[in-house]
T-cell receptor
Framework: RKEVEQDPGPFNVPEGATVAFNCTYSNSASQSFFWYRQDCRKEPKLLMSVYSSGNEDGRFTAQLNRASQYISLLIRDSKLSDSATYLCVVNKVSGNTGKLIFGQGTTLQVKP | EPEVTQTPSHQVTQMGQEVILRCVPISNHLYFYWYRQILGQKVEFLVSFYNNEISEKSEIFDDQFSVERPDGSNFTLKIRSTKLEDSAMYFC?????????FGSGTQLSVL
């Protein structure tokens, strides 16, 4: 099983649509979870952290289900500028440090 | 806003040559990382660095790779004898805790 698994898409949606991305992770000891956004041939940029209670940042809502080892990202009222690849990222703790493990990403294309 | 800077943005080299990729992490960060991304594939962990030593490395990070923090600001990745399959985008990242902040990357092309 992959450490972090995402549906690669692409998701093609019209402007204004609501779209949801899912992600599963294999290591039940993982403690921190993030969604990063990556534009074509650019560096990943932190979109938001994911907390157990769920959290919202404007049009973006992230949810975590530890029992199912499942993370989601919901984007409401999607904009053309939301077109990007969304990376599900999970930490893997080892000793005193952690490293982040990236999913392969889900590509979103928002069309006018 | 402070940022991670990487140089060069593009590096073309011949197979078997040594390359050094340079990074200046954000100044008050303590953890440093190198990741790479082969075109069309996922971002892969290479190595983490803390307290002036490697804290973890992946299987990719073999004897051909090394990292250094030669002074208080720079963090370098050296590939001793490049192979065709080393062609990728190499991202440096730094972190105060677990949130990583990435540089804009060095695109390495090995011919």
């Amino acid at each position: 099983r992959k450490e972090v698994e995402q549906d690669p898409g692409p998701f093609n949606v019209p402007e204004g649509a609501t779209v949801a991305f899912n992600c599963t992770y294999s290591n039940s000891a993982s403690q921190s979870f993030f969604w990063y956004r990556q534009d074509c041939r650019k560096e990943p940029k932190l979109l938001m952290s994911v907390y157990s209670s769920g959290n919202e940042d404007g049009r973006f809502t992230a949810q975590l289900n530890r029992a199912s080892q499942y993370i989601s990202l919901l984007i409401r009222d999607s904009k053309l500028s939301d077109s990007a690849t969304y990376l599900c990222v999970v930490n893997k703790v080892s000793g005193n440090t952690g490293k982040l493990i990236f999913g392969q990403g889900t590509t979103l294309q928002v069309k006018p | 806003e402070p940022e991670v800077t990487q140089t060069p943005s593009h590096q073309v080299t011949q197979m078997g040559q040594e390359v050094i990729l340079r990074c200046v992490p954000i100044s008050n960060h303590l953890y440093f990382y190198w990741y790479r991304q082969i075109l069309g594939q996922k971002v892969e962990f290479l190595v983490s660095f803390y307290n002036n030593e490697i804290s973890e490395k992946s299987e990719i990070f073999d004897d051909q790779f090394s990292v250094e923090r030669p002074d208080g600001s720079n963090f370098t990745l050296k590939i001793r004898s490049t192979k065709l399959e080393d062609s990728a985008m190499y991202f440096c990242a730094s972190s105060p805790t677990l949130k990583l902040f990435f540089g804009s990357g060095t695109q390495l092309s090995v011919l």
